[in-house]
């Protein structure tokens, strides 16, 4: 699991510092622990070749996050499945609403999630904020 995280944090959330060896076990101990991994197995040999997890949990909804799949298994539908799967899974438990978050510039995944049910409902932008020039900070005009 730590090798798909890692793997999730290098291509998904490229814009972010990947963690520290102990921040990844930890993350990934936690997510183990509450029974929230989940890896997708080949039935021929039983390796493992998709990730996904459920960040969170409300009573009624489920968000399904870190879908990854390393490069020599992708173009399988192995993602597909598990998301599929996964997502069904959390509706027969009880819930009445899976979510998940994507990047609109990733394709691949969009068509995905598209392909197995999922609808987009919503947009977003991630900011981030920087402190003043140095000019502006000393009263200079801009």
Partial sequence: LRDFFAGFHREALRTRAPPH???LASKVSAFVARGHA???QRAEDGEAV???VVIR???KAASISGVFTPPS???RGYASRLVATLSDE???AGKTACNL????ANATSNGIYAGVGYAKIYEFSLLSLAPPPQAERDGAPI
């Avoid at 978050?101 to 609109?104: A, E, I, Q, R």
């Fill in 38 to 40: 989940f890896l997708w």
């Fill in 50 to 52: 998709c990730m996904a």
């Fill in 21 to 23: 060896a102990e921040q």
């Fill in 90 to 92: 959390m509706l027969r």
């Fill in 73 to 75: 298994h992708r173009r």
């Fill in 57 to 59: 949990e409300s009573p």
């Fill in 101 to 104: 978050h994507t990047d609109l």
